[in-house]
Nanobody, 118 residues
């Protein structure tokens, strides 16, 4: 079992910045992947950015140049630095943990709301 706890959401004006953090605990596997996903009202949950235990990253096109994912393996944490936020970034953001790179997340955090006002 892996537990994920997110923090850092909130309300920000368009153009502003927020930093999300996720702390993982429990049975952490060696070659895992962690990512940030988001779900806007009426839409499906989608991948925002992902990072492997070796540090390889992937960001979806809509956030490239604005969001940066990073992790600290010693602390089992993953952060998402979000800048130049847009109203369309408004969503509940979830941290996801995959037991192996290439697999979909098996564990999810509780979610944190990010609201960007215009």
């Amino acid at each position: 079992q892996v537990q994920l706890v997110e923090s850092g959401g909130g309300l920000v004006q368009a153009g502003g910045s927020l930093r999300l953090s996720c702390a993982a605990s429990g049975s952490i596997s060696t070659f895992n992947a962690m990512g940030w996903y988001r779900q806007a009202p009426g839409k499906q949950r989608e991948l925002v950015a992902r990072i492997t235990s070796s540090g390889s990253t992937y960001h979806v096109d809509s956030v490239k140049g604005r969001f940066t994912i990073s992790r600290d393996n010693a602390k089992n944490t993953v952060d998402l630095q979000m800048s130049s936020l847009k109203p369309e970034d408004t969503a509940v953001y979830y941290c996801g943990y995959s037991v192996r790179v290439g697999l979909n997340p098996s564990y999810w955090g509780q979610g944190t709301q990010v609201t960007v006002s215009s």
